[in-house]
């Protein structure tokens, strides 16, 4: 947002006086209306200081200026006097018919001097800050609008540039701009409503002007990916927010709720997994994933669906286990638990689900691992950053990583999400033009796994791609965002085996 000077100056306007001559005599008046003329300095206006009109614009308004010179009341007084006396006299017929003086024919050219001079000048020329040292002729303007040249009369005036008033015009809807105020962006003036339709940012949610705060500026949220623009209000209202994305929900449309306090966009909705049998194809295209990199899971550990509620009670159930985020989205079980899974995929009406099935599920704990749980309902992008996550918990507990601190452990996880994220939106030939991620050189000529979904992703579910890797990437909590960081560069540097066995002798990562 920028704040434009606005000015708005007309010319004055010119009054002429016809006074029958007579070349017979000289009256005292033409005399001193003579030097009346005569005596008028041009280029002398009254300056006044530009007077601020409130605006969201912040634009400013210089009132007409007036001649220094104007002449008092009384001498308004004696000039009404003089042209009653002279066109009493004038009335009067002649008392001869003498020839003219010498003098009297110059005192009468002078008088007409003078008052073309008066027409030359222009006692109300703008200030003009930003004109070049070298001057234009006097009196020498150029139209903005139409180029041609502004003679005498009316015209515009503001930052240097000069209109013809019937050519000043809103550049955004072509009508002319009669008011005292207005909006220039360059050399393109607005009406202040016009260039406040196009340049004034609206909120993304409630759709309209972002209004101004205590000190007169526009202020505002914006989502760092998405760039989503916001009243900060909001913030506070409680607007829904996609639970995946993190969008705002505008006022035009309505959030798929989950049930369970969660909303969905309707982006994401388009690829959520919603029931534990639709993910199954998801969970083994993950698992082929680990045994490309040659880190193959032996052992079969169920993976389940669940509802918000059902994983938070799990999540309290566990008498150990890694560092959890406060929103968590899947769990590692190593407790023997009941878990309610969902069974079946809930249809939509309007914006609930509805006939949603769920059934209690005993898990009996077989090896380090008793099973994975994610929630429900999320895009299968998302779905599968967490699925990876979760089974590189697993995978650590089954080969025997012990106690290690959470940055280190949430860490790797969080490599894998991003590892497993990349190799589903990143072209081929940019996945392997990257051998420093790769488990090792000897892993298994599969890597990088192809997509595990049919036909490629289309852009909407890349850009959600990208937007969960760099919600991994900018993570703010020590474990994930910190652990992530550096896990990352050392996997970077030494390779992800290396980077493994390393952990394995030192419980930390290789520097």
Avoid at 298 to 318: H, K
């Amino acid at each position: 947002m920028r704040n434009v000077l606005s000015i708005d100056v007309f010319s004055g306007p010119i009054i002429l006086m016809l006074i029958s001559l007579h070349t017979e005599r000289r009256s005292s008046f033409m005399k001193w209306l003579c030097a009346f003329l005569k005596g008028t300095k041009p280029g002398e206006p009254n300056r006044r200081r530009p007077r601020v009109i409130a605006g969201e614009e912040n634009t400013l308004w210089q009132e007409p200026v007036r001649p220094k010179d104007d002449p008092p009341r009384h001498d308004n007084e004696e000039l009404d006097r003089a042209i009653a006396q002279s066109l009493a006299e004038d009335v009067k017929p002649p008392k001869s018919k003498e020839p003219a003086h010498k003098g009297d024919n110059n005192n009468d050219e002078d008088l007409a001097r003078a008052i073309q001079d008066s027409l030359n000048m222009n006692p109300y020329m703008p200030y003009n800050p930003y004109a070049p040292s070298q001057a234009q002729p006097r009196g020498y303007r150029v139209c903005g609008s139409c180029k041609n040249e502004i003679g005498h009369g009316h015209y515009l005036s503001c930052m240097g540039m000069y209109w013809h008033p019937q050519c000043f015009r809103c550049s955004a809807c072509g009508h002319a701009i009669r008011e005292t105020e207005f909006t220039l962006l360059s050399s393109d003036p607005y009406h202040k409503l016009c260039y406040k339709e196009l340049h004034h940012p609206k909120c993304d949610v409630c759709l309209q002007f972002i209004p101004t705060n205590r000190s007169g500026l526009i202020e505002y949220r914006a989502h760092p990916f998405w760039g989503q623009k916001y009243c900060p209000l909001h913030e506070h209202d409680r607007t829904p927010r996609c639970c995946s994305c993190e969008k705002m929900e505008p006022r035009n449309t309505k959030y798929m709720s989950l049930g369970d306090g969660r909303s969905l966009c309707m982006e994401c909705l388009g690829s959520a997994v919603m029931d534990t049998g639709e993910c199954q194809p998801l969970y083994h295209s993950i698992r082929d994933y680990y045994e490309g990199m040659n880190m193959k899971l032996d052992q079969q550990i169920p993976m389940l669906l669940v509802e918000r509620q059902a994983l938070n009670e799990a999540m309290e159930g566990e008498s150990k286990g890694p560092h959890h985020m406060p929103e968590t989205r899947g769990l590692c079980l190593s407790e023997e638990q009941t878990v309610s899974s969902i069974l079946r995929r809930p249809r939509i009406g309007g914006n609930r689900l509805l006939d949603m099935r769920t059934q209690p599920q005993k898990l009996t704990r077989r090896c380090e691992v008793t099973a994975i749980l994610v929630l429900y309902g999320l895009p299968r992008l998302l779905t599968g950053s967490i699925l990876a996550h979760e089974l590189m918990h697993g995978w650590l507990r089954l080969k025997g990583y012990r106690n290690l601190n959470p940055e280190v452990e949430e860490g790797i996880c969080q490599v894998m999400s991003y590892l497993w994220l990349e190799s589903e939106i990143l072209p081929a030939s940019s996945r392997y033009a990257q051998p420093s991620t790769s488990y090792a050189s000897s892993s298994s000529s599969s890597y990088p796994p192809t997509s595990s979904k049919k036909g490629g992703i289309s852009h909407t579910e890349k850009k959600l791609g990208e937007f969960f890797m760099h919600q991994i990437a900018n993570g703010t909590s020590t474990a994930y965002g910190d652990g992530f960081r550096t896990a990352y560069k050392a996997v970077n540097k030494y390779g992800l085996r290396q980077t493994l066995n390393h952990i394995r002798l030192t419980g930390g990562f290789p520097v």
